[in-house]
C-alpha cells in the first residue's frame, strides 16, 4: 500500500469533488431564502443519519474481511452481506411510510419527500461499497473516478433543475438523487463483471456481519447523529431559516472534512495491511507517520481559519454571514475527528465494534443534552459548540480504549528509532502480528 501516493490521489478526487458544491454556493445562497435552504439540508440531513442503518456496517465488515479470506471466499461473503442492507432498505421503507404524517410535521419537510428518503440512502450505499473495495485493493483512480463522476453528475443537474428550470430546493436534491442512481448502476455492473456477486450464501458470514453490524451500526449512527443532528435540533428549536444559514457554515467547514475524508480512504488500507503484517519496525512506522498526519492537521486547522473571512465574503451571499461565528467551533470539532480516525481502526480491525458502540452513544446522549443547552443560551452557534466538546471526548475515549486493547509504541517510537540489524531490516521484538495476507489475494 502506498499511503503517500493513494493520499495525494485521494485529497485530489476529494477536493475536486468538493470545490463543485462550494462553487454553486454563490448561486444557492442568492437564489434560495435560508428556510428554503434548510429544507433542503433536513432532507439530506436524514438520508445521511438513517444510512448506517441501512448499512450495517457492512462496507466496514467488507473491508476487514478482505485480507482475511481468499478470492473465491470473498465473492460468497460479499454476497451474503448484501441480503442485509436489502431487508433494511425494505424495513425502513414501510416504517417511513407508516410515519409519513408525523415525520413530515416534525421536520417541516412535504410527505412525498419523506417516502423517498430510505430510496436515497440505499442509492448512496451502493457507490460506497464499490468504493471500499477499490479501496482495499489499492485503486485510488478507480476509486477518485466514482466520486468525480457523482460529483460532476450532481454540478451539472444542479445547473439545470435549479438555477436554469427554477426548481428551487427540490432541484438540488432530484440533482443528488439523480448522480447517486447513476453511480449505483454502475457499481452493480462492476460487481457482476468482477464475479463479487454469486448464487452462493453463507450463513456464517451473514452472522458474522451481522454480529459486526450490531456494534458497528450503532457507532456509525451515533457518529452521524454528533455529526448531522444539530440541524434537526435547531430545525426543532429555532426554525428552518435558522438551520439554513447554519448550514452554509458546514458547508463551508466540508473543505476541512473533504481532507480529513481523503486521509483516511488512505488510512485505512494502509493500517490494515500494516497490522496484518509482521515485519520488523511496522509498529513504529505505523506510530511516527500517525504523529506526522496529528501535526499537519494542526497546522490545517490553524490556516483555516484563518482564510476563512475572505471566503465568506468572496462565495457567501451576505444574508448568511452571520454563520461565519460557528466555523471556528466545527472546524475545531473535525480536527478532534481526524485525529479521532487515526486510532479508531483499531478497533474495527479487532472487531471490537460494541466498545465502539458504548463510546459514541454515551457521547451522542452528552452531545444532544449540551446542545439542547447551548442552543437556548448562544442560538445556532452553541450546536457547533457542543459538536467540538463531544468531538474532544470521542477522540480521548477511543485512544484511551485502542491502546488497552492493541498497545502501539507511541512513546518509544518518539524517543528512539528501531534498531537494524546485519541485514538492514529493523527490529521490533514486541511484534506480535502474523500475516494475514498472501501474494495471490493482494493480486486480486
Given at each position: 500500500m502506498k499511503l503517500g501516493r493513494n493520499f495525494v490521489i485521494y485529497l485530489g478526487s476529494s477536493i475536486a469533488a468538493g470545490a463543485l458544491p462550494l462553487a454553486l454556493m454563490p448561486f444557492l445562497t442568492h437564489s434560495l431564502a435560508p428556510s428554503e435552504y434548510g429544507v433542503m439540508v433536513t432532507i439530506t440531513t436524514v438520508v445521511a443519519l438513517i444510512g448506517p442503518i441501512l448499512n450495517w456496517a457492512t462496507t466496514s465488515y467488507v473491508g476487514v474481511q478482505y485480507f482475511k479470506v481468499s478470492p473465491d471466499e470473498f465473492s460468497e461473503m460479499f454476497s451474503s452481506v448484501l441480503l442485509l442492507p436489502a431487508i433494511n432498505v425494505t424495513l425502513l421503507t414501510m416504517l417511513f411510510l407508516l410515519a409519513n404524517v408525523l415525520l413530515s410535521h416534525?421536520?417541516?419537510?412535504?410527505?412525498?419527500?419523506?417516502?423517498?428518503?430510505?430510496?436515497?440512502?440505499?442509492?448512496?450505499?451502493?457507490?460506497?461499497?464499490?468504493?471500499?473495495?477499490?479501496?482495499?485493493r489499492d485503486r485510488a483512480l478507480g476509486f477518485a473516478a466514482i466520486e468525480l463522476s457523482g460529483a460532476l453528475i450532481n454540478f451539472v443537474g444542479t445547473i439545470v433543475l435549479v438555477l436554469m428550470l427554477g426548481m428551487s430546493w427540490e432541484g438540488r436534491i432530484i440533482a443528488a438523487a439523480v448522480s447517486s442512481s447513476v453511480l449505483s448502476v454502475v457499481a452493480v455492473m462492476w460487481f457482476r463483471r468482477r464475479g463479487f456477486i454469486v448464487w452462493r450464501f453463507r450463513a456464517e458470514e451473514f452472522r458474522g456481519a451481522f454480529r459486526f453490524g450490531g456494534g458497528g451500526v450503532a457507532h456509525d449512527l451515533a457518529s452521524n447523529a454528533l455529526r448531522l443532528g444539530d440541524r434537526l435540533l435547531i430545525v426543532t428549536l429555532i426554525g428552518q431559516a435558522a438551520v439554513g444559514t447554519y448550514a452554509v457554515a458546514v458547508q463551508w467547514t466540508t473543505i476541512m472534512l473533504t481532507v480529513l475524508t481523503a486521509f483516511n480512504r488512505a488510512w485505512v488500507p494502509f493500517l490494515f495491511s500494516r497490522l496484518s503484517s509482521a515485519a520488523p519496525g511496522s509498529q513504529e512506522n505505523v506510530v511516527r507517520s500517525t504523529y506526522f498526519v496529528w501535526a499537519g492537521l494542526f497546522g490545517f486547522f490553524i490556516l483555516f481559519n484563518l482564510v476563512t473571512p475572505i471566503g465568506?465574503?468572496?462565495?457567501?451571499?451576505?444574508?448568511?454571514?452571520?454563520?461565519?461565528?460557528?466555523?471556528?467551533?466545527?472546524?475545531?470539532?473535525f480536527l478532534f475527528n481526524g485525529i479521532y480516525m487515526t486510532v479508531v481502526?483499531?478497533?474495527?480491525?479487532?472487531?471490537?465494534?460494541?466498545?465502539?458502540?458504548m463510546i459514541t452513544v454515551f457521547n451522542l446522549v452528552m452531545n444532544i443534552a449540551i446542545a439542547y443547552l447551548l442552543i437556548g443560551i448562544r442560538g445556532a452557534n452553541g450546536a457547533a459548540m457542543a459538536f467540538a466538546m463531544t468531538a474532544f471526548i470521542v477522540m480521548c475515549l477511543t485512544f484511551a480504549i485502542s491502546y488497552r486493547l492493541?498497545?502501539?509504541?507511541?512513546?518509544?517510537?518518539?524517543?528512539?528509532?528501531p534498531e537494524r540489524t546485519e541485514s538492514g531490516m529493523a527490529e521490533n521484538p514486541i511484534s506480535h502480528h502474523a500475516p494475514l495476507t498472501s501474494e495471490k489475494h493482494h493480486d486480486r
Open positions: 416534525w421536520l417541516d419537510i412535504p410527505r412525498r419527500w419523506v417516502i423517498a428518503i430510505p430510496l436515497m440512502a440505499l442509492l448512496l450505499f451502493l457507490p460506497q461499497m464499490a468504493q471500499t473495495i477499490l479501496a482495499m465568506y465574503r468572496l462565495l457567501v451571499d451576505s444574508r448568511y454571514h452571520s454563520s461565519m461565528n460557528a466555523v471556528f467551533w466545527l472546524s475545531l470539532g481502526d483499531y478497533l474495527f480491525y479487532l472487531k471490537k465494534t460494541h466498545i465502539l458502540a492493541h498497545p502501539m509504541p507511541w512513546l518509544r517510537s518518539i524517543i528512539c528509532r
